[in-house]
Structure formats: C-alpha cells, structure tokens
C-alpha cells in the first residue's frame, strides 16, 4: 500500500459491503517511520 491503491480499492470495497471505514493518508508511511523494528524486509 505504498502508493495508496491498494487500501483505497480495499476501503471501496469495505464501504460497497455495509462497513465503515476510512483510508487514512500516509498511514504505512508514518507506522514505519515511528515502528520501524517491526518492518520486515524479508
């Protein structure tokens, strides 16, 4: 979900089905930036 794509045909499909959600802008960006010992670049 780097660009975005990803979690925005994700939230579409969410919204379409009844739930609600939201896709919040930089969201991985900013989890790696403050977490990144959890990032696995395996």
Known sequence: CHSGL?????ERIL?????????LDGAY???QS???ERISHD
Do not use: E, H
Request: proline share 5%; glycine share 4%.
């Open 15 to 23: 919204k379409q089905n009844g739930f609600d959600v939201v896709n």
């Open 34 to 36: 403050i977490y990144p």
């Open 29 to 31: 960006a900013l989890y």
């Open 6 to 10: 990803r979690s925005y045909l994700a």
